[in-house]
């Protein structure tokens, strides 16, 4: 199941709502994750499920979505969260989408 | 605190075998589904392969699933990620993840470890 991510790259404000999108070639049933990782890090589990939240992470960050089209948002961006985040199919075997990268503009 | 730590990688000919491991702790390693992911230098994820708890089902992304093999040793608390005929598309960074809430689902991940295929 090919997963396309959206946008590449997006710079905003500290402080900002931020909403990244990931959108699957067909319905995977809410098996979406979202990871987050930093440069020179491994990636590090963020949303599992399409919604919830894995524990230790911060309730800024939310996931929504269903069927083919998920949205992972910040609900107010602060600058530890520059990364590259990642989605995740787990419905029929495991696919990445090839990831947003976030900056501080 | 589960602890991942991958070994083995360094510079390879083109062609060569390599075989990595993962050592875990601060879990009961017997009992979830582990994983690969490897990252090509700058780009994005790419899922290797799975194995469950007795070893009895192993998944692969289909472009690997003749060039490498994934085993584990549960009494060593060790994964394995056999590597064969490797090319210079094999360049990564190799991670290891244990699949602790679900199956598929990457709880917790290794630091990884570079394997270079060079000549």
């Known amino acids: 199941i090919q997963m396309t991510q959206s946008p590449s790259l997006l710079s905003a404000s500290v402080g900002d709502r931020v909403t990244l999108s990931c959108k699957a070639g067909?319905?995977?049933?809410?098996?979406l994750a979202w990871y987050q990782q930093k440069l020179g890090e491994a990636p590090k589990l963020l949303i599992y499920n399409a919604n919830s939240l894995q524990t230790g992470i911060p309730s800024r960050f939310s996931g929504s979505g269903s069927g083919t089209d998920y949205t992972l948002t910040i609900s107010s961006l602060q600058p530890e969260d520059v990364a590259t985040y990642f989605c995740q199919q787990y419905n029929s075997w495991l696919t990445f989408g090839s990831g947003t990268k976030l900056e501080i503009k | 605190e589960v602890k991942l730590v991958e070994s083995g990688g360094g510079l390879v000919q083109p062609g060569r075998s390599l075989k990595l491991s993962c050592a875990a702790s601060g879990f009961s390693f017997n009992d979830y589904w582990m994983g690969w992911v490897r990252q090509a230098p700058g780009k994005g994820l790419e899922w290797i392969g799975e194995i469950n708890q007795d070893s009895s089902t192993i998944n692969y992304t289909p472009s690997l699933k003749d060039k490498f093999t994934i085993s584990r040793d549960n009494a060593q608390n060790t994964l394995y990620l056999q590597m064969s005929k490797l090319g210079s598309e094999d360049t990564a960074i190799y991670y290891c993840?244990?699949?602790?809430?679900?199956?598929?689902?990457?709880?917790?991940w290794g630091q990884g470890v570079m394997v270079t295929v060079s000549s």
């Open positions: 993840a244990i699949e602790l809430t679900t199956e598929g689902l990457f709880d917790y």
């Open positions: 067909q319905n995977i049933n809410n098996y």
